[in-house]
């Protein structure tokens, strides 16, 4: 199973990428925490991400790319992956079909979480807050001011994917409005629709 899941920062797709970890035993490949691994590791990667990131905009395609044709060709991808995260922008999109081409592998299917704007910056706060009270960092984006910048980015950049891949009749949405288990169900009942 070959999977992208879209949709605005704070729909759920990192919770829903777990949740489809377990089921379907391949990985989550997040290009946000792999960004965060390079920038806590100082590595040159990470250097120049940090700032972008820090200030809610988007860390350029060719290091994004990069780092996804890298990953994806790492044994435990053999079986497939959910891309969560990325693509993020056209040019994105473009990338990683070609990457698998290249491959010769190909995508089973992309979900869009659909959410309410106004309910996604009181996810995002809950996330900063569960964070503190258990004691992890906090994400330096999670903020009212960045979180802003992010959802600007996703409307300016991501949201033209919708378009791209309902084109390609590879597009499946789901009400991300739900319970954390009822959005699981409906990714489900999408994927298993085929
Ligand atoms: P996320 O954890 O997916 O919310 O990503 C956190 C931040 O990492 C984003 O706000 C961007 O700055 C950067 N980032 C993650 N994925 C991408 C991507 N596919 N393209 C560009 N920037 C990205």
């Given at each position: 199973m070959r999977l992208i899941l879209l949709g605005p920062p704070g729909a759920g797709k990192g919770t829903q990428a777990a949740r489809l970890v377990e089921k379907y035993g391949i990985p989550q490949l997040s290009t946000g925490d792999m960004l965060r691994a390079a920038v806590a590791a100082g590595t040159p990667t990470g250097l120049k991400a940090k700032a972008v990131m820090e200030a809610g905009d988007l860390v350029s395609d060719e290091i994004v790319n990069q780092i996804v044709s890298d990953r994806i060709s790492?044994?435990?991808?053999a079986a497939g992956f959910i891309l969560d995260g990325y693509p993020r922008t056209l040019a994105q999109a473009d990338a990683v079909e070609a990457m698998m081409a290249d491959k010769a592998i190909t995508l089973d299917a992309v979900v869009e979480l659909i959410v309410d704007d106004k309910a996604l910056v009181g996810r995002i706060m809950k996330r900063a807050e569960d964070a503190k009270a258990a004691g992890q960092p906090v994400r330096k984006d999670d903020t009212p001011e960045v979180f802003d910048e992010r959802l600007r980015a996703y409307y300016k950049s991501t949201a033209p994917l919708t378009g791209y891949y309902y084109a390609k009749r590879q597009l499946k949405t789901v009400d991300g409005m739900l319970s954390i288990d009822g959005v699981t169900a409906e990714i489900n009942a999408v994927l298993d629709a085929g």
């Open positions: 790492e044994p435990d991808c």
